[in-house]
């Protein structure tokens, strides 16, 4: 059991950061809306940034065991 947990540590850790920066990155857009009155362009742009680097981190994990 063990075992299996140390090697999906890397995956758990990529999905944790995939949530993160989208969290991260459309809240950051929300108050940049909130602040110019433009909602919902920042907000979007945020959550496609965030979607754009939750991938990439997955890539490098995934890359990188092969």
């Known amino acids: 059991m063990s075992e299996s947990l140390r090697q999906a540590g ?4 990529a999905v ?5 920066a989208i969290i991260l990155l459309g809240g ?4 940049i809306d909130k ?3 433009s909602f919902p362009l920042w ?5 496609a940034c965030g979607i754009v680097v939750g991938l990439y981190e ?3 994990v995934i890359w990188r065991d092969r």
């Open 35 to 37: 602040w110019r009155e």
């Open 28 to 31: 950051f857009g929300y108050f």
């Open 43 to 47: 907000f979007m742009i945020g959550v």
């Open 10 to 13: 890397p995956y758990i850790g």
């Open 58 to 60: 997955m890539a490098k």
């Open 16 to 20: 944790y950061v995939q949530a993160g």
